[in-house]
């Protein structure tokens, strides 16, 4: 058997290295999906503002959902893992876990700084080129750094974006796991009631998850003007969804 000191740096080791993993897990697949969906909302505005507004909602929900649900389940399943050596000993034990949000927060850093430095430098250099030295409009297929500066907002925009929202998500998990670890308000720091945050977030997972359902099937959209409307509905129900349920 480990120290308690030696073995608290390995399992941090181990959450700080899956802290990484889920945040560039996330990122890649939201990136992914969002290259895909963009044809795709091309090719469904042919039909109609409220396909498009559809396929682009869905696709930018899968990122949301994705990111959320690989949280959680790698967080669980490190819990669980951990509590093996550890047992009752929660204290030491989401101590260890709290790599997993050192990691999430030290990859939305790196992320938001170099993907932003790689951003604006694609966005300078196409602007540059095409519209001072050959006077081509802005994104036009003529000019080649266009593609860079595509590549730039995804970066940027998605999976940068997506690693800053892991960040903050995995630091609260961490944050309210050591609060409740060495708090003591009479549950006996019970394994359910230490998992009462993991809890909230799945009951919001399945709120968020019937009330796209609202957004989508719900309200049909037939103009530009409509999609907001739309939007703010489904935030007003999800909030009045899960208040009771929590």
């Known amino acids: 058997m480990c120290k308690p000191a030696l073995a608290t740096a390995l399992f941090s080791t181990i959450s700080f290295l899956l802290g990484g993993i889920t ?32 396929t682009a909602f869905r696709s930018g929900a899968i990122m949301g959902f994705l990111l959320v649900a690989n949280g959680l389940l790698v967080l669980y399943i490190a819990i669980n893992v951990f509590k093996v050596y ?26 938001r700084v170099g993907g932003g430095i790689y951003t604006k430098a694609a966005d300078v250099g196409a602007d540059l080129v095409g519209k001072v030295e050959r006077n081509i409009p802005e994104d036009d297929p003529r000019n080649p750094t266009v593609i860079a500066d595509n590549v730039g907002d995804n970066v940027g925009d998605i999976a940068d974006m997506g690693s800053d929202l892991f960040g903050s998500y995995a630091e609260s998990y961490c944050a309210s796991l050591v609060v409740a670890s060495i708090s003591s308000f009479g549950v006996n720091h019970e394994l359910i009631a230490m998992m009462y945050p993991l809890i909230v977030s799945s009951v919001g997972i399945i709120v968020c998850l019937l009330t796209t359902l609202f957004a989508t099937d719900s309200f ?24 009771p349920l929590l």
């Open 23 to 54: 945040s560039l897990v996330s990122g890649f697949l939201g990136m992914k999906i969002a290259t895909y969906a963009n044809a795709r909302t091309t090719l469904e505005v042919r039909k109609g503002v409220g396909k498009a507004f559809i």
């Open 86 to 111: 550890y047992g009752d000993d929660w204290e030491g034990l989401f101590e260890a876990i709290t790599g997993y949000g050192l990691r999430g927060s030290s990859m939305a850093l790196l992320g």
């Open 220 to 243: 049909e959209i037939k103009a530009v003007k409509e999609i907001e409307p739309a939007l703010k509905k489904q935030l007003i129900i999800s909030t009045a969804l899960i208040f």
